[in-house]
């Protein structure tokens, strides 16, 4: 081993006096991996124009869409009426003022740029808390021991690249499935309208035999619904202050990704079929660990987004009882429906600690449903008084607790 260095496969001349030589040099004649390198190197962020383009050939599958019909925007603008009503009289909230209340049909082409457009702080927040700082890199340095240690740097360069990527596969996979845009229950900027995807309500109908019409009213109060209540100021505030606690808190995964590639033949980096099983596991594949950080931020966050899921659950049993009748077939196929999410779901449970499982959603609604046995709606209106009068995590399994203190 020389002494002047770790062997450098990316070398113009593999015999350059630092050691290369072509007896040790196991990537001699791949040039792939040098311009790779030197890509990574000049890009800079998490590339979102690549992101962008990934997710609208997912969404569209690289074929052009049809605009919205004009008759289908008259049809939701009139049963968006219909849920603003009963949203207001259910929650006793005022509705987003202006543009922020406005039910929009979009395309699925539509749906992913807006979606990546409000959601790119966070993925700018997760990945700057992924990247190592100058002192972290210096301690994962490759092993001059190790011939192929150059591959740590290179997938330490490669994650911005990889991450978008990831948003990109992740929002273009929803958009093909999203009813709306609060499918999985995040934050979108205030002021932003709401999006409806009218090609997947038709197309989840048809699978189901489902009444347009009801379908269409059940997806404008359910969206509605939730913007209503992700407007509240301090419901605002506390859910975009957890989110970026949690974001934050990733910790940069020491040799993760390399020690997945370990196992795999060097010389057969070539064949794609070697890699998809190694980046299969999103925790490997953005290079991130939960910290310890987030597993004491959790149970805050969980019961948090417990309670929301509760409350809108609530509404929407109202609505279907007295707008949409006993529908079963409608109500066992939405429960269907939100018990697959997909693996685009999954991952964005798994990015933003959502984890909605069916634990945690029947947690919120047993929350609502002993509130309501003690007490009335007044009380749980009480939600959106402040932020001293949100439950603590304690205080949603035990709402007897939560109406005790805020009545003192």
């Known amino acids: 081993m020389s002494d002047n260095g770790p062997l450098d496969p990316f070398a113009d001349d593999p015999v350059d006096g630092t050691g290369n030589t072509p007896g040790n040099d196991p990537l001699q004649g791949v040039p792939v991996f040098g311009d790779l390198a030197k890509m990574l190197a000049q890009q800079g962020g998490m590339g979102w124009d690549s992101a962008r383009q990934f997710a609208l050939m997912v969404a569209t599958e690289g074929t052009s869409e049809p605009n919205?019909?004009?008759?289908?925007?008259?049809?939701?603008?009139?049963?968006?009426?219909?849920?603003?009503?009963?949203?207001?009289?259910?929650?006793?909230?005022?509705?987003?003022?202006?543009?922020?209340?406005?039910?929009?049909?979009v395309t699925r082409a539509a749906w992913t740029a807006r979606t990546l457009d409000a959601h790119r702080g966070l993925f700018d927040l997760l990945m700057a808390s992924l990247t190592p700082s100058p002192d972290e890199q210096a301690d994962l340095a490759?092993?001059?021991?190790?011939?192929?240690?150059?591959?740590?740097?290179?997938?330490?360069?490669?994650?911005?690249?990889?991450?978008?990527?990831?948003?990109?596969?992740?929002?273009?996979h929803l958009a093909r499935t999203s009813f709306g845009q609060y499918d999985l229950p995040l934050p979108?900027?205030?002021?932003?309208?709401?999006?409806?995807?009218?090609?997947?309500?038709?197309?989840?109908?048809?699978?189901?035999s489902l009444p347009g019409d009801?379908?269409?009213?059940?997806?404008?109060?359910?969206?509605?619904?939730?913007?209503?209540?992700?407007?509240v100021p301090h419901v605002r505030a506390r859910y975009d202050e957890l989110l970026r606690a949690w974001l934050s808190a990733f910790e940069p995964a020491s040799g993760a990704l390399e020690e997945r590639l370990g196992g795999l033949d060097p010389m057969s980096l070539g064949d794609p079929s070697s890699l998809p099983e190694a980046l299969s596991d999103p925790e490997v594949l953005l290079g991130a660990i939960r910290s310890p950080a987030q597993h004491a931020l959790l149970p805050e966050l969980a019961a948090f987004v417990a309670v929301l899921v509760g409350y809108v659950d609530h509404v929407m049993d109202g609505a279907a009882a007295r707008l949409l009748g006993a529908s079963s077939q409608l109500t066992e196929a939405l429960r269907r429906r939100?018990?697959?999410?997909?693996d685009g779901g999954r991952l964005v449970e798994k990015l933003f600690g959502l984890e909605l499982s069916d634990e945690g959603i029947e947690r919120g609604r047993t929350f609502v449903a002993g509130v309501l046995e003690r007490a009335d709606e007044a009380a749980l209106a009480r939600l959106w008084e402040s932020g001293p009068t949100w439950p603590t995590p304690a205080e949603v399994d035990a709402p007897g607790l939560w109406l005790a203190r805020i009545e003192l």
Do not use: Y
């Open 68 to 105: 919205v019909d004009p008759a289908e925007r008259i049809k939701i603008e009139q049963l968006a009426r219909i849920a603003e009503l009963h949203v207001a009289q259910a929650t006793g909230l005022d509705l987003p003022a202006g543009r922020g209340g406005t039910i929009e049909p």
């Open 214 to 231: 009801d379908l269409r009213l059940w997806v404008c109060l359910h969206e509605l619904t939730w913007h209503t209540v992700l407007d």
């Open 188 to 208: 979108r900027p205030a002021g932003d309208g709401i999006m409806v995807v009218p090609a997947n309500i038709d197309a989840f109908g048809r699978d189901w």
């Open 338 to 342: 939100r018990v697959d999410v997909g």
């Open 142 to 172: 490759p092993d001059p021991d190790d011939p192929f240690g150059f591959m740590a740097p290179l997938l330490r360069m490669a994650a911005p690249m990889m991450l978008g990527l990831t948003a990109g596969s992740m929002v273009g």
